[in-house]
């Protein structure tokens, strides 16, 4: 029984990163713009929170940081696709190549260091319920903000007229802006909604999951962020199920890797990235669904003529 | 309160096209100057490192080319893709199946020798690079999956097939436990170019012949015609009989069978047999010099270059200074950022408004427009 709350529990933490930086993103092109620079945000939020967590000894000093990094990096990729229309798809790129470059050079002197880890939830008498009681209150504090974040989404979207008007510019932002809705605005706050997501997801990585510093440590996982969205469909629950799932791809070849499986190591390695491929494959296999559910001005830049 | 407003102009600005990449090095550069102070360096100093010091003799000129060339190889073929509007990012992924399907001939059959043996190991790789980028190409031609994301897995695929390789079926069973395959033998090593100067090898001149058959194929050819039909106007090439499916996969296959090739020049030149890592990123910075030459092949020659010197500078810096030698990556992200923000200029004019003025500003452009619809 044991065994089985302890793997839960790791699959939740494994997922938990995917599920914050992919609502994250989804927000974003919900309002049409696709930012491809998740990874990078990501690593420079994980970066930024651990410095920050190291250099102060709060943990939730660097959860803060975390989130301002990847903000504050995120507003880079808004000025150059908003206001000077770039093309989104070099630009998220380039915000990912100088993240992973500018992340390594700032983490120098914290290879090797002892980082600060957030404390677990503790709630005497519930935490202590057997079986349910850890996985229900005795997780870590970014777990219930990315069920929280999941939930406030989807209410956010589909039940609020701002919601509204964002998904409205996402399917349209010439009619938005006929509309005298103030496209760019609300895409700039999507964008920068969407880069603190990504930094705090890159903040969980690097203050509970593996508390240290580790170049190149979000592993790719911003990319396979960017995969949940196309895989939910732009569907917050869906990302949430989507989330849990690749958790459970990844900690299952961990463990298999652990139980010294006769198979090479590199394969089970490979199995997050191979299983993103099929993912993606089997949902554009379903042509509708995917051409309903994508935003209609997804990627296309947005001048205003005024 | 300040606004930037784009202003559309009535045709792409030819000033501004040939000036963007100078403006965006300039911007890097001052970037790089806060930067370097920011890291306790006299910035003059840390330039003459980074920029001049690495290319002021003539073997490191040789360093240069050997950097230079696969960049060069993989950024023309992705220039191609780009213009088409297809989106391969995966080409760290082609330029190290190339490198492992061309090795296949020295580790395999280490007592092959003779002239056939590198051709057959240059074809192999170009056939490794393609065959792998074919796979992106055909999962978006049949299921209409995401090029950029299928694209972008397979290269962390790759890295671990290669580390598998290497340490375990491939490894050298004299190599003390090292993961790395034996030596090739010398009839499998790519040539240096001329042995007494330096080491460059023919990989650069690969590179060049490249861009120039890849220069000819966009500018005088048909299908060059068709590339940016296609690219600009999907709807419009369909009208005129070019089927899009066909040029997502001559797209990739061009493009992987040269970062293929670049891998196993990589390989057989400047490395000599098959280690864990085998690229610092080429596949990656290629991307940047696409964009910061313009997708134009000749103009990815010179950014080829400048982005292998960022790479020698930045190793340079890292013994000179004791800066992390990862100020390269963030050289080359400044510089791709710039380009990108500075081609908004073919396009547009840049105007800055305080908020309060541009209700003002907005009112007088009416006035003109009333007495026009009149």
Not at chain 2, 138 to 145: E, I, P, Q
Request: charged share 10%.
């Amino acid at each position: 029984m044991d065994i089985t709350v302890n793997i839960l529990l790791t699959i939740a933490t494994a997922a938990t990163p995917l599920l914050i930086a992919a609502i994250g993103e989804l927000v974003v092109e919900r309002s049409g713009v696709l930012n491809l620079g998740v990874e990078g945000m990501m690593i420079m939020g994980a970066v930024g929170g651990f410095g920050a967590g190291y250099l102060t000894g709060s943990p939730w000093i660097g959860l803060l940081a975390a989130i301002a990094m990847g903000a504050v990096f995120s507003l880079l990729f808004a000025v150059m696709t908003l206001s000077l229309a770039t093309n989104q798809v070099a630009t998220g790129l380039s915000l990912t190549l100088l993240g992973l470059g500018l992340s390594g050079m700032m983490g120098t002197s914290f290879v090797g260091q002892p980082g600060e880890r957030l404390p677990n939830l503790y709630i005497p008498v519930l935490t202590d319920i057997p079986v349910v009681g850890r996985l229900l209150f005795g997780q870590d504090p970014i777990f219930y903000i990315s069920i929280a974040l999941t939930a406030a989404v989807m209410w956010f979207l589909f039940k609020t007229r701002t919601g509204l008007t964002l998904r409205s510019i996402g399917d349209s932002h010439t009619s938005a802006h006929a509309l005298g809705i103030k496209v760019i605005r609300y895409r700039y706050l999507a964008v920068i909604f969407g880069g603190a997501c990504a930094g705090l997801a890159g903040g969980h990585l690097s203050l509970v999951y593996t508390p240290q510093w580790v170049e190149n440590m979000t592993a790719g996982r911003g990319w396979i962020a960017l995969a949940l969205v196309v895989f939910a469909s732009w569907r917050p629950w869906r990302v949430l199920a989507g989330a849990y799932i690749f958790g459970a791809v990844w900690i299952g070849q961990l463990h298999a890797q652990a139980f010294g499986i006769p198979v090479p190591s590199q394969l089970l390695s490979s199995l997050p990235y191979l299983a993103t491929v099929v993912v993606l494959v089997l949902i554009s296999r379903n042509k509708r669904l995917t051409m309903m559910n994508t935003p209609a001005s997804l990627g296309q830049p947005f001048v205003p003529d005024r | 309160m300040m606004r930037l407003e784009l202003v559309k102009r009535p045709q792409r600005s030819m000033l501004f096209s040939a000036l963007s990449p100078f403006i965006a090095f300039g911007l890097t550069m001052i970037a790089g100057a806060i930067l370097f102070a920011l890291l306790g360096v006299n910035p003059l100093n840390a330039f003459e490192i980074y920029f001049i010091e690495p290319i002021s003799q003539v073997w490191q000129l040789h360093e240069l080319a050997i950097k230079a060339a696969p960049l060069i190889l993989i950024a023309v073929g992705l220039s191609v893709c780009y213009k088409a509007n297809i989106w391969n990012i995966g080409a760290e992924g082609q330029f190290i199946l190339g490198g492992i399907f061309g090795s296949a001939i020295p580790v395999l059959f280490p007592g092959f020798e003779g002239p056939l043996v590198l051709p057959l190991m240059l074809l192999f790789g170009m056939v490794g690079g393609a065959a792998y980028a074919a796979i992106p190409a055909l999962l978006k031609t049949r299921f209409g999956t995401n090029e950029i994301l299928t694209s972008l897995m397979l290269v962390y695929v790759a890295q671990l097939f290669l580390d598998w390789l290497v340490r375990g079926p491939w490894r050298d069973p004299q190599g003390h436990g090292f993961p790395q395959t034996i030596q090739f033998n010398d009839s499998a090593v790519l040539p240096e170019l001329m042995p007494d100067a330096g080491r460059a090898n023919w990989g650069f001149v690969f590179a060049l012949v490249a861009a120039v058959l890849i220069w000819v194929l966009m500018s005088r050819l048909l299908k060059g015609f068709e590339v940016r039909v296609l690219g600009s106007s999907p709807r419009a090439g369909r009208f005129a009989g070019f089927g899009l499916n066909r040029m997502v996969f001559f797209a990739f296959l061009l493009s992987g069978a040269l970062a293929g090739l670049a891998g196993i020049s990589e390989v057989s030149g400047a490395i000599g047999q098959l280690q864990p890592v085998i690229s610092p990123g080429y596949g990656f910075t290629a991307i940047i010099v696409a964009f910061l030459g313009r997708l134009n092949p000749l103009g990815i020659v010179a950014a080829g270059l400048v982005l292998a010197l960022t790479y020698l500078g930045g190793e340079a810096v890292q013994s000179a200074l004791g800066i992390s030698d990862k100020v390269a990556r963030v050289f080359q992200g400044m510089l791709l950022f710039f380009v990108l923000g500075c081609d908004t200029l073919i396009h547009y004019r840049i105007r800055l408004v305080g908020m309060a003025l541009a209700k003002g500003a907005a009112k007088l452009d009416a006035a003109p427009k009333l007495k026009e619809a009149r």
